[in-house]
């Protein structure tokens, strides 16, 4: 069912006795309110995830020597579990989101606030956060986020940090393109992009002679190239 109002019932929902009725005002606070405890909950999400991280860092390091002295032997799975309590591949996904860029997390939560801002509601979490690292796209409710069936998919992202803030532009599989920013930001930044593309020595070579490099290697030349490929895991073999 659609949420696009018609005329008269804009009007009619915003008289003041009705809106008073309806509790409008509390409602929106009230929203705003969850809103922001969803938002502090990934950024609580992400401080445990680096925890985390430095925790295992040190069980690899010194903690395995140091349990055997004391006679324990500890797996990963069983640090995990009885330090944190969580089964490994739970642990393994904060692993992989304290590993992201600082810039791939700011983009995330961009988006999310532009889902947000269209009455949407976009999904918080680690998960989320991982999927948008691997694919550009957020998930979320069921009259939302696109991708699901019968739904256009995202087929290209484009993200630029400026002085004003981010720009975002997603161009959708059905040819539509869909951003939060002004006209002007988005034309500003592709500019400012274009200028310091064109402006780096060799640009055009040394774009031409990697993408040939890319296309002929298979993922194993790559990866001894020391070029990850997307879904390449942070910690290794431990996964």
């Given amino acids: 069912m659609s949420t696009q109002l018609l005329q008269i019932e804009t009007a009619f929902l915003n008289q003041n006795s009705v809106k008073?009725?309806?509790l409008i005002s509390e409602f929106r606070s009230l929203q705003r309110s969850e809103l922001n405890a969803k938002k502090k909950r990934f950024d609580v999400s992400m401080e445990i995830a680096?925890?985390?991280?430095?925790?295992?860092?040190?069980?690899k390091a010194e903690g395995k020597t140091l349990l055997k002295e004391n006679g324990i032997e500890w797996k990963t799975e069983d640090f995990f579990i009885k330090v944190y309590g969580w089964q490994k591949s739970y642990a393994y996904k904060l692993l992989k989101a304290s590993a992201l860029e600082t810039q791939v997390v700011d983009n995330f939560k961009t988006e999310c606030d532009r889902i947000d801002a269209e009455g949407k509601e976009a999904e918080r979490s680690v998960a989320a956060l991982?999927?948008?690292?691997?694919?550009?796209?957020?998930?979320?409710?069921?009259?939302?986020?696109?991708g699901g069936e019968g739904k256009p998919s995202v087929v290209a992202t484009f993200t630029f940090k400026g002085e004003g803030g981010n720009?975002?532009?997603?161009?959708?599989?059905?040819?539509?393109?869909?951003?939060?920013?002004?006209?002007?930001?988005?034309m500003q930044s592709l500019s400012n992009f274009?200028?310091?593309l064109m402006g780096a020595p060799n640009t055009e070579e040394?774009?031409?002679?990697?993408?040939?490099?890319?296309?002929?290697?298979?993922?194993a030349e790559l990866e001894a190239r020391g070029w990850r490929t997307c879904d390449e895991r942070a910690y290794g073999e431990e996964y």
């Fill in 20 to 22: 008073s009725a309806l």
């Fill in 50 to 59: 680096k925890v985390v991280t430095k925790g295992y860092e040190w069980f």
């Fill in 130 to 146: 991982l999927k948008y690292a691997k694919d550009g796209t957020i998930g979320g409710d069921e009259d939302g986020e696109e």
């Fill in 167 to 186: 720009v975002s532009v997603r161009i959708m599989s059905d040819g539509s393109v869909k951003t939060s920013n002004d006209r002007a930001d988005v």
């Fill in 194 to 196: 274009r200028e310091m």
């Fill in 206 to 219: 040394t774009l031409e002679n990697v993408m040939d490099a890319i296309a002929g290697c298979s993922e």
